[in-house]
């Protein structure tokens, strides 16, 4: 059995997805940056996700989203089948489109967590050799300058939706200032973000400059096959890290915490599996209190500041 994700309403997350087999399935199209656009606008307004940026690089993509109401676990399950269908329709393919391994969800529990976060997932494409700014990149990808900026709208992608089916003909994303800065202004916020990343983008110019490397370009991120695959070989699965943190304080506390939750949900379970169906779960247990309606605890109260 898998670990158990401890989802907690009001949280945000760091989200990865990998490609099958590491092939270059997301490659820059044009056709695939409405349609990703398009299901992440429609997925987000369904289970009431505020997405604070996304970048889709050739083989994965990552998000930095907030979870107001728990629903994360269903938005990425909605999201990536639709994603898969329309991109398998279009590939040619029939095969699964998506990595074996679930989809990555890591905790950003501090302010510090979630900008880094959001200046690595906008820089992807300038730590990955492919082009100097992120702005350069031929795929989808949300910019700092965004926050605070009407909605886009996105056209309903024809070649999978019927017309008179149950997708909106268009949809809007409004990319959001983390509840973390809610602080600032979207102007303020996206300047402070803006500033980051440029920084972050100077300095892996600097190093490129130093090691003699070059940027391989937009044209040739264009021109992969899909059906390509990195030439560097991909690690021997290591650490799936649950929660990012900066301070090691915060990041002790949190372990401890999915600790605690992990043991009580096994007790919680294996009481369950022996048909005490009254017992009750720690709270942020999603899977059992969303599929067999199992109790569980009350959130913690917040005590006033």
């Not at 149950?166 to 973390?180: D, F, I, N, W």
Request: glycine share 6%; charged share 25%; hydrophobic share 40%.
């Amino acid at each position: 059995m898998t670990q158990p994700r401890r989802i907690r309403k009001g949280s945000t997350y760091l989200i990865t997805r990998r490609c099958s087999q590491r092939a270059f399935l997301l490659s820059p199209r044009e056709w695939l940056v409405r349609g990703f656009g398009y299901l992440l606008a429609v997925s987000a307004a369904r289970f009431g996700i505020a997405v604070h940026g996304a970048c889709v690089m050739s083989n994965h993509y990552h998000a930095v989203v907030t979870d107001p109401g728990g629903r994360v676990c269903a938005f990425l399950q909605h999201f990536h089948s639709l994603v898969a269908r329309l991109c398998n329709l279009k590939l040619g393919r029939t095969e699964n489109f998506w990595s074996t391994d679930k989809a990555s969800l890591v905790l950003l529990p501090e302010p510090d967590d979630v900008l880094e976060s959001l200046v690595y997932v906008l820089t992807n494409p300038v730590k990955g050799g492919l082009v100097r700014s992120h702005k350069d990149w031929p795929g989808y990808c949300t910019r700092a300058e965004d926050c605070g900026r009407a909605p886009r709208v996105w056209e309903r992608p024809k070649l999978l939706f019927r017309g008179q089916g149950p997708l909106p003909a268009r949809a809007e994303l409004q990319v959001v200032v983390p509840g973390a800065f809610a602080h600032l202004s979207a102007e303020a916020f996206a300047s402070l973000l803006g500033e980051r990343i440029a920084a972050r983008e100077a300095s892996v110019q600097e190093r490129f400059k130093a090691a003699g490397r070059r940027f391989a370009g937009a044209s040739a991120a264009r021109r992969q096959s899909p059906n390509a695959t990195p030439r560097v070989k991909a690690e021997r699965a290591g650490r799936n890290p649950t929660v990012s943190a900066r301070r090691s304080e915060r990041l002790v506390a949190e372990l401890e915490a999915l600790a605690i939750f992990r043991t009580e949900y096994r007790e919680a379970r294996q009481s369950w599996r022996q048909g005490e169906r009254e017992v009750v779960y720690p709270v942020g247990t999603y899977h059992m209190l969303h599929e067999h309606r199992v109790r569980c605890h009350p959130p913690p109260l917040r005590l006033a500041s």
